[in-house]
């Protein structure tokens, strides 16, 4: 049984120009030949007269889509979106609300503190204004993370989000907003 030696290259003769064509992609990434076949292409202006040269691309149709595809262009031709991505935003609008509900809260007790002596009647009507709305905030935080696992369930992994952590966030509006004594 005869040794071949499998890194050296075979040394065989060019026979004709097609073997030449083969030989000069040997050793060639896949891409490069087609950058390099690109290349050729525009020097020779196989690209200068196509439709649509400079205008932009119509990016409307969505490949993606599916059976889906005329559901979803009725609802962006309408000014709509798909059920997810609306549960998304509301989602998003609502912790965009809750927080500056809460901000607002927090800054009506620091005018309070920064009072020389406010008065008794104004920090029981705050003390209760800060129970009201933490019961609240915990409502709707509780309604929020239910509304995140129907997300979770019925839209694509890129558009998940993590539950909100409800207790942490009570704690952080207790922070915010402290009772006065």
Same mark, same amino acid.
């Given at each position: ?10 040394? *065989?003769?060019?026979? %004709?120009?097609?073997?030449? =064509?083969? %030989?000069?992609?040997? @050793?060639?990434? /896949?891409?490069?030949? &087609?950058?390099? +076949? ?8 196989? /690209?200068?007269?196509?439709? @649509?040269? @400079? ?35 509301? &989602?998003? +609008? ?11 809260? =927090? *800054?009506? @007790? ?17 003390? %209760? ?6 019961a609240?905030?915990?409502?709707k935080?509780?309604?929020?993370n =239910?509304? &995140? ?18 207790? *942490?966030? &009570? ?11």
């Amino acid at each position: 049984m005869d040794f071949k030696d499998w890194r050296k290259p075979e040394t *065989q003769p060019v026979a %004709n120009e097609e073997s030449a =064509s083969t %030989n000069t992609r040997r @050793g060639k990434r /896949f891409a490069d030949h &087609i950058e390099e +076949q690109i290349r050729a292409a525009e020097e020779r202006g196989d /690209f200068r007269n196509l439709r @649509g040269l @400079g205008q932009p691309l119509n990016l409307d149709v969505n490949p993606y889509a599916g059976e889906k595809a005329l559901g979803y262009s009725l609802l962006k031709n309408n000014g709509y979106a798909p059920a997810e991505v609306e549960l998304a935003r509301e &989602i998003r +609008q609502e912790l965009e609300r809750l927080d500056a509900q809460r901000a607002t809260l =927090s *800054q009506r @007790g620091r005018a309070l503190r920064n009072r020389r002596v406010p008065f008794a009647s104004e920090q029981r009507a705050y003390n %209760n204004a800060v129970k009201k709305a933490l019961a609240e905030y915990e409502a709707k935080l509780r309604d929020l993370n =239910s509304k &995140i696992l129907t997300l979770n369930l019925t839209a694509p992994a890129s558009m998940h989000r993590s539950p909100l952590n409800v207790e *942490q966030m &009570i704690n952080q509006f207790r922070e915010a907003c402290p009772l006065f004594d």
